[in-house]
């Protein structure tokens, strides 16, 4: 499995039912490793925010703007 989105690219993240999460712009701060479950997982950081944030590549799209998806 590869990660679709590299360090620095800029990502829309649509929050999460359990995490909740501010739904916006972002910006991948690091590609986290592929554990055992499979699952593609980012560190993200928004300007808005002093925190990062984890979230599932399902949760991004690309160029920051949600009418990519």
């Known amino acids: 499995m590869t990660h ?4 620095g690219a800029d990502v ?3 929050g999460g039912t359990i995490s909740g999460g501010a739904r916006g712009q972002y910006k ?4 986290l490793p ?3 479950d499979n699952r593609l997982l980012y560190r993200i950081k ?5 925190f990062e944030r984890t979230a599932e590549e399902f949760q991004l799209a690309s ?3 949600r009418d990519s998806w």
């Open 12 to 14: 829309y993240y649509d």
């Open 34 to 36: 592929v554990e055992r």
């Open 46 to 50: 928004s300007t808005a925010e002093s």
């Open 63 to 65: 160029g920051g703007a």
């Open 28 to 31: 991948v701060v690091r590609q």
């Open 4 to 7: 679709k989105f590299a360090a």
